[in-house]
Structures are given as structure tokens and as C-alpha cells.
């Protein structure tokens, strides 16, 4: 853990991130991390496999540390580059097979990224989508969504598709009035170190809008790392930055928002 930003004043009432990818750590330093979010008040993580060798991780890390649920899936931006070389169909049915461990409790992350992927393969990335919601109503599991830059067609699939009943947008980079359709639809948003950000503004009216108990918390480890450690790596220990300006934004008691945030998490996904 050398080099990492210091641990903020630990919560009193505890939360689970819900959206890491520890797969990218050495074991040993998934112990040093796991160790020092619980120690923040973060004893319990999501941890989130998309591409193959990620939820195989995912999966026997499950049956090392009680401190994780799991996610797998077949990340959108993959998608295109396993279709090319023959390779999706079989690797679909990996992550379906790997979907029925029991502590694996997501599809995901799924979706649709039409920032980093060129318009002429974005409907690979739909089937794909349209293939892993059928795949968590299969199993009855909780769907976590990678929507980037492709609000309107997220938003279009899951009703043509019928979303799952437990659907997730993980990094939730909407707006109010997006906000407001996903609380009319009775999707759950989980908000990132991003809604720290100086020019967030949007997001924190999105925020404001959301039903409390359809919010989440996440760090999307290593990555989007909140305000003041911004550009650092992200771990589940600064959790507590996040929520902390999150009860800023929303004017709630700290402690409150913490256990309706706690209480969501395990009604999506059941308890550790």
C-alpha cells in the first residue's frame, strides 16, 4: 500500500462499497486493503470480474474473503474484440457458469460505452447487453450497469428487455431528470468519487433527486479517486470521502444516510 493517500476518520456506521475491482491488487495487498476498509468503516466489498480473467479471480476470491460478494460479466468495451476473434459465445458461457457461484450475487459490470468504442460496433455491445439481462433474470440476480455517454440507449434496452428487479447503475453519471426516470423505473443508483468533483454540479442534483433508499456507494477501485486525493489510487478505505460528501450535498445526518445506504446494499444483494 505504499504511496496511498491517508485513511480519512473512519465512519461510525458502516457501509459496503459496492463496485471494486480488487483483481487489478496483489494478494497481498488485497489483505492490506480489505484490513484497512474495514478499519474506515467499509467491511464489506462488491467485487466486480468483467472480462474473463477478472471473474475467475473474482470467484476464488470469494471463497478466500468472507468480506466479498461477487459480479461478473463481459464488460461492453471487451465485447467487440471477442467477437472478432471468435471468442464471445464461449466466453458468455464461462461467465454464466461462473455467475452460479453462490456468493456471486451480480451480473456485471454490463452495458453499453460509446465513448471508447466506435459507433459501427455499438450494437455488439447491445446484444451483449440484451444477452446478460437475460442472463440475471436467469439466475435472479442483481444487474450492474456500465453506461458511458449512452444514457438514452441504457435506458431504451432495459425497457425493451425488462430489467431485472434488482437493476444497478453503477458509477451513476446521469443528471436530475435521468435521476428521475431511473426512480420512476425503480433502478438503484450508486454514486462514485466522481460526485466529489469540483465540476460535478450535475451530478449532485442527480443526487438530490434520487430516492434515498435507492442510493449506493462505490469507489470503482482503483480508479476514480474522491476529492482531495483525486488522480491517486482509489481503495474501499476512502469510502468515507465519498459519503461524507454525500450528506453534504443532501443536507442528511451522516450516520442516517450510512444506514439507509447499508440497508439498501443488502436488500440488493442479500447478506455476506
Request: aromatic letters at 6%; one cysteine or more; a negative charge.
Amino acid at each position: 500500500m505504499t504511496g496511498r493517500p491517508p485513511a480519512p476518520e473512519p465512519l461510525a456506521v458502516p457501509v459496503a462499497d459496492n463496485h471494486t475491482h480488487l483483481d487489478s491488487e496483489s494478494e497481498e495487498d488485497v489483505e492490506a486493503l480489505l484490513a484497512a476498509a474495514a478499519a474506515a468503516g467499509v467491511p464489506r466489498s462488491v467485487q466486480i470480474g468483467c472480462d474473463l480473467p477478472a471473474a475467475r479471480w473474482t470467484v476464488a476470491a470469494l471463497d478466500r474473503h468472507p468480506q466479498l460478494l461477487g459480479g461478473v460479466a463481459l464488460h461492453p468495451n471487451e465485447v467487440p474484440d471477442l467477437v472478432a476473434a471468435g471468442e464471445y459465445d464461449a466466453a458468455l458461457a464461462e461467465i454464466a457458469t461462473l455467475a452460479r457461484h453462490p456468493r456471486v450475487r451480480v451480473v456485471g459490470e454490463t452495458g453499453l460505452d460509446h465513448f471508447r468504442t466506435p459507433p459501427e460496433q455499438w450494437h455488439l455491445q447491445e446484444e451483449s447487453f440484451r444477452a446478460h439481462i437475460a442472463l440475471a433474470k436467469e439466475l435472479g440476480l442483481a444487474l450492474q450497469i456500465h453506461d458511458r455517454d449512452a444514457h438514452d440507449d441504457v435506458l431504451r434496452v432495459l425497457v425493451e428487455e425488462g430489467a431485472p428487479e434488482r437493476t444497478v447503475f453503477h458509477c451513476f453519471s446521469g443528471d436530475a431528470a435521468m435521476a428521475r426516470v431511473c426512480a420512476d423505473a425503480g433502478y438503484y443508483l450508486s454514486f462514485a468519487g466522481t460526485v466529489t468533483f469540483k465540476n460535478a454540479g450535475d451530478l449532485r442534483e442527480a443526487l438530490r433527486v434520487a430516492p434515498r433508499d435507492r442510493i449506493m456507494v462505490e469507489t470503482d477501485a482503483p480508479y476514480l479517486t474522491p476529492v482531495p486525493h483525486r488522480g491517486r489510487l482509489n481503495a474501499g478505505y476512502l469510502v468515507p470521502l465519498t459519503v461524507r460528501s454525500m450528506a453534504q450535498t443532501l443536507g442528511a445526518d451522516l450516520d442516517e444516510l450510512c444506514a439507509t445506504i447499508a440497508a439498501t446494499t443488502e436488500a440488493v444483494y442479500g447478506p455476506w
